[in-house]
Protein backbone atom coordinates (compact mmCIF):
# COMPACT_ATOMS: atom_id res chain seq x y z
CA UNK A 1 0.00 0.00 0.00
CA UNK A 2 1.39 3.42 -0.77
CA UNK A 3 -1.22 5.99 0.73
CA UNK A 4 -1.59 8.90 3.10
CA UNK A 5 -4.34 8.99 5.75
CA UNK A 6 -5.51 11.18 8.74
CA UNK A 7 -8.88 9.52 10.18
CA UNK A 8 -10.08 8.56 13.97
CA UNK A 9 -13.20 8.29 15.89
CA UNK A 10 -16.28 10.18 16.56
CA UNK A 11 -17.10 9.77 20.16
CA UNK A 12 -20.49 11.44 22.10
CA UNK A 13 -18.93 13.35 25.09
CA UNK A 14 -20.96 11.35 27.11
CA UNK A 15 -19.79 8.22 26.18
CA UNK A 16 -15.68 9.03 26.88
CA UNK A 17 -15.81 7.73 30.70
CA UNK A 18 -17.00 4.30 28.61
CA UNK A 19 -14.25 4.17 26.27
CA UNK A 20 -11.61 5.01 29.26
CA UNK A 21 -12.62 2.06 31.24
CA UNK A 22 -12.63 -0.30 29.11
CA UNK A 23 -9.16 0.78 28.03
CA UNK A 24 -8.44 0.94 31.65
CA UNK A 25 -9.46 -2.80 31.90
CA UNK A 26 -7.72 -3.76 28.82
CA UNK A 27 -4.40 -2.70 29.57
CA UNK A 28 -4.56 -3.70 33.66
CA UNK A 29 -5.29 -7.40 32.91
CA UNK A 30 -2.89 -7.39 30.22
CA UNK A 31 -0.29 -5.25 32.08
CA UNK A 32 0.44 -2.81 29.44
CA UNK A 33 1.87 0.83 30.51
CA UNK A 34 2.64 1.93 27.25
CA UNK A 35 0.18 3.31 24.67
CA UNK A 36 -1.54 1.00 22.53
CA UNK A 37 0.04 1.51 19.13
CA UNK A 38 -0.70 0.06 16.45
CA UNK A 39 2.17 -0.25 14.09
CA UNK A 40 4.33 -1.33 17.08
CA UNK A 41 1.58 -3.86 17.96
CA UNK A 42 1.56 -5.26 13.99
CA UNK A 43 5.10 -5.22 13.98
CA UNK A 44 5.90 -6.77 16.95
CA UNK A 45 7.85 -4.38 18.75
CA UNK A 46 9.13 -2.23 21.33
CA UNK A 47 6.78 -2.67 24.38
CA UNK A 48 5.01 -5.17 22.00
CA UNK A 49 8.14 -7.41 20.68
CA UNK A 50 7.00 -10.02 23.68
CA UNK A 51 3.89 -10.84 21.31
CA UNK A 52 6.09 -12.69 19.01
CA UNK A 53 7.48 -14.65 21.24
CA UNK A 54 4.58 -16.20 22.42
CA UNK A 55 2.19 -17.53 20.38
CA UNK A 56 -0.96 -18.24 22.53
CA UNK A 57 -0.48 -14.93 24.56
CA UNK A 58 -0.59 -13.10 21.71
CA UNK A 59 -3.77 -14.54 20.03
CA UNK A 60 -5.27 -14.16 23.85
CA UNK A 61 -4.29 -10.96 23.65
CA UNK A 62 -5.37 -9.63 19.90
CA UNK A 63 -8.48 -11.08 20.47
CA UNK A 64 -8.76 -9.71 23.76
CA UNK A 65 -8.03 -6.36 21.84
CA UNK A 66 -10.61 -7.16 19.28
CA UNK A 67 -13.27 -7.32 21.80
CA UNK A 68 -12.18 -4.40 23.17
CA UNK A 69 -12.63 -1.97 20.12
CA UNK A 70 -15.39 -3.46 18.98
CA UNK A 71 -17.77 -2.82 21.82
CA UNK A 72 -16.65 0.51 22.36
CA UNK A 73 -19.64 3.45 21.86
CA UNK A 74 -17.44 5.08 18.78
CA UNK A 75 -17.59 5.46 14.90
CA UNK A 76 -14.42 5.31 12.92
CA UNK A 77 -13.73 7.63 10.14
CA UNK A 78 -11.31 8.66 7.42
CA UNK A 79 -10.10 10.18 4.53
CA UNK A 80 -7.33 7.76 2.52
CA UNK A 81 -5.70 9.10 -0.43
CA UNK A 82 -3.92 6.41 -2.91
CA UNK A 83 -0.24 9.11 -3.34
CA UNK A 84 0.10 7.32 -6.88
CA UNK A 85 -3.78 8.08 -7.96
CA UNK A 86 -3.18 11.45 -6.16
CA UNK A 87 -0.24 12.38 -7.71
CA UNK A 88 -1.18 11.23 -11.42
CA UNK A 89 -4.04 12.91 -11.26
CA UNK A 90 -3.37 16.68 -9.47
CA UNK A 91 0.43 16.66 -11.28
CA UNK A 92 -1.38 16.80 -14.84
CA UNK A 93 -4.17 19.21 -13.65
CA UNK A 94 -2.16 21.39 -11.79
CA UNK A 95 1.60 20.98 -12.79
CA UNK A 96 1.70 19.66 -9.03
CA UNK A 97 0.00 17.92 -6.58
CA UNK A 98 -1.87 19.42 -3.56
CA UNK A 99 -0.53 19.00 -0.24
CA UNK A 100 -1.91 15.50 1.29
CA UNK A 101 -2.70 16.75 4.73
CA UNK A 102 -4.36 19.87 3.61
CA UNK A 103 -6.99 18.00 1.44
CA UNK A 104 -7.15 14.58 3.75
CA UNK A 105 -7.96 17.44 6.64
CA UNK A 106 -10.72 19.11 4.78
CA UNK A 107 -12.12 16.30 3.87
CA UNK A 108 -12.18 14.28 6.89
CA UNK A 109 -13.15 17.55 8.81
CA UNK A 110 -16.21 18.16 6.99
CA UNK A 111 -17.58 14.44 7.00
CA UNK A 112 -17.25 14.36 10.94
CA UNK A 113 -19.05 17.67 11.05
CA UNK A 114 -21.54 16.63 8.59
CA UNK A 115 -22.05 13.89 10.81
CA UNK A 116 -22.84 16.09 14.09
CA UNK A 117 -24.35 18.18 12.24
CA UNK A 118 -27.18 14.88 11.56
CA UNK A 119 -27.13 13.91 15.07
CA UNK A 120 -28.28 17.21 16.40
CA UNK A 121 -24.92 18.51 17.93
CA UNK A 122 -21.82 20.38 17.68
CA UNK A 123 -17.83 18.85 17.17
CA UNK A 124 -14.60 19.76 18.79
CA UNK A 125 -11.71 18.27 17.56
CA UNK A 126 -8.66 17.04 19.11
CA UNK A 127 -5.61 15.81 16.96
CA UNK A 128 -2.10 14.00 18.00
CA UNK A 129 0.45 16.37 18.34
CA UNK A 130 3.63 15.26 16.30
CA UNK A 131 5.75 18.83 15.83
CA UNK A 132 5.31 22.35 16.35
CA UNK A 133 5.49 23.21 12.43
CA UNK A 134 2.97 19.80 11.75
CA UNK A 135 0.71 20.82 14.71
CA UNK A 136 0.14 24.63 13.24
CA UNK A 137 -0.45 23.41 10.00
CA UNK A 138 -3.54 21.52 11.31
CA UNK A 139 -4.67 24.64 13.13
CA UNK A 140 -4.01 27.00 9.95
CA UNK A 141 -6.13 24.23 8.12
CA UNK A 142 -8.95 24.60 10.67
CA UNK A 143 -9.11 27.97 10.39
CA UNK A 144 -9.28 28.61 6.31
CA UNK A 145 -12.07 26.06 6.83
CA UNK A 146 -14.15 29.04 8.75
CA UNK A 147 -13.04 31.65 6.96
CA UNK A 148 -12.81 30.12 3.76
CA UNK A 149 -15.09 26.68 3.18
CA UNK A 150 -13.98 23.91 1.58
CA UNK A 151 -10.40 24.64 -0.55
CA UNK A 152 -11.73 22.67 -3.43
CA UNK A 153 -12.96 24.10 -7.23
CA UNK A 154 -16.46 24.85 -6.52
CA UNK A 155 -17.87 23.57 -9.99
CA UNK A 156 -16.01 20.15 -9.59
CA UNK A 157 -16.68 19.27 -6.17
CA UNK A 158 -20.28 20.76 -6.59
CA UNK A 159 -21.78 17.14 -6.03
CA UNK A 160 -20.46 16.71 -2.98
CA UNK A 161 -22.60 19.50 -1.06
CA UNK A 162 -19.27 21.36 0.13
CA UNK A 163 -20.15 23.04 3.91
CA UNK A 164 -19.88 26.37 3.99
CA UNK A 165 -18.14 29.12 6.43
CA UNK A 166 -20.29 29.45 8.37
CA UNK A 167 -21.30 25.63 8.91
CA UNK A 168 -18.04 25.10 9.83
CA UNK A 169 -18.25 27.68 12.43
CA UNK A 170 -21.85 27.22 13.83
CA UNK A 171 -20.61 23.38 14.21
CA UNK A 172 -17.19 23.16 15.45
CA UNK A 173 -16.50 24.25 18.77
CA UNK A 174 -13.07 25.77 18.55
CA UNK A 175 -10.00 25.03 17.62
CA UNK A 176 -8.51 21.93 17.30
CA UNK A 177 -6.79 20.67 20.48
CA UNK A 178 -3.37 18.95 20.85
CA UNK A 179 -2.83 15.39 22.66
CA UNK A 180 -0.56 13.45 23.17
CA UNK A 181 -0.80 9.53 22.39
CA UNK A 182 -1.43 8.59 26.48
CA UNK A 183 -4.51 9.72 25.88
CA UNK A 184 -6.84 6.55 25.24
CA UNK A 185 -9.20 8.27 22.57
CA UNK A 186 -5.72 8.91 20.77
CA UNK A 187 -5.21 5.38 21.22
CA UNK A 188 -7.85 3.96 19.88
CA UNK A 189 -8.34 6.67 16.89
CA UNK A 190 -4.79 4.84 15.75
CA UNK A 191 -5.77 1.08 16.26
CA UNK A 192 -9.14 1.53 13.99
CA UNK A 193 -6.90 4.33 11.18
CA UNK A 194 -5.57 1.41 9.97
CA UNK A 195 -7.94 -1.31 9.18
CA UNK A 196 -9.95 1.70 7.54
CA UNK A 197 -7.00 2.21 5.51
CA UNK A 198 -6.42 -1.31 4.36
CA UNK A 199 -9.89 -1.73 3.39
CA UNK A 200 -9.44 0.40 0.48
CA UNK A 201 -6.83 -1.97 -0.72
CA UNK A 202 -8.22 -5.11 0.86
CA UNK A 203 -12.33 -4.80 1.66
CA UNK A 204 -12.23 -8.73 2.86
CA UNK A 205 -9.15 -7.15 5.11
CA UNK A 206 -10.34 -9.24 8.99
CA UNK A 207 -10.19 -6.61 11.19
CA UNK A 208 -11.90 -3.56 8.69
CA UNK A 209 -14.67 -6.57 8.12
CA UNK A 210 -15.40 -7.19 11.58
CA UNK A 211 -15.50 -3.13 12.22
CA UNK A 212 -18.14 -2.90 9.61
CA UNK A 213 -20.14 -6.28 11.11
CA UNK A 214 -19.96 -4.44 14.37
CA UNK A 215 -20.96 -1.13 13.04
CA UNK A 216 -17.78 0.81 14.28
CA UNK A 217 -17.16 2.44 10.70
CA UNK A 218 -18.92 5.42 9.31
CA UNK A 219 -20.11 3.67 6.96
CA UNK A 220 -21.82 0.83 8.25
CA UNK A 221 -24.35 3.51 9.68
CA UNK A 222 -25.34 5.09 6.59
CA UNK A 223 -27.25 4.44 3.60
CA UNK A 224 -25.33 3.22 0.55
CA UNK A 225 -26.06 6.12 -1.59
CA UNK A 226 -25.07 8.32 1.66
CA UNK A 227 -21.19 6.89 1.79
CA UNK A 228 -20.08 8.82 -1.33
CA UNK A 229 -20.59 12.07 0.53
CA UNK A 230 -20.39 11.28 4.40
CA UNK A 231 -18.49 8.20 4.43
CA UNK A 232 -14.72 7.64 4.56
CA UNK A 233 -13.21 9.01 1.99
CA UNK A 234 -11.26 6.75 -0.19
CA UNK A 235 -9.39 9.45 -2.73
CA UNK A 236 -7.84 8.62 -5.80
CA UNK A 237 -7.87 5.25 -6.01
CA UNK A 238 -8.02 3.32 -9.53
CA UNK A 239 -11.01 2.07 -10.77
CA UNK A 240 -9.64 -1.34 -10.22
CA UNK A 241 -9.06 -0.95 -6.38
CA UNK A 242 -12.32 0.69 -6.46
CA UNK A 243 -14.03 -2.38 -8.09
CA UNK A 244 -12.45 -4.90 -5.59
CA UNK A 245 -13.99 -2.44 -2.68
CA UNK A 246 -17.67 -3.28 -4.64
Not at 30 to 37: E, F, K, Q, R, S
Not at 76 to 98: F, H, L, N, S
Not at 116 to 142: M, P, W
Not at 179 to 205: F, H, R
Request: proline share 5%; hydrophobic share 40%.
Amino acid sequence: MDYFALGGILIQEKEIGALIAAHRAFTAKWNVTAPLHSTRIRGRRGAFAWLGKNGSQEKEFLRDLETMILALPMIGIACVIDRPGYVARYAERYGKPWMLCKTAFAILVERAAKHASRCGTRLEIYFEQSGEQEDRDIQSYALALEKEGMPFDAASSGAYNGLRPVDFKAIIIGQPKRITKKVPMMQVADLVLYPMAKGGYDPDYRPYTKLMAAARIIDAQLKPEECPNLGVKYSCFDQKKMKARK
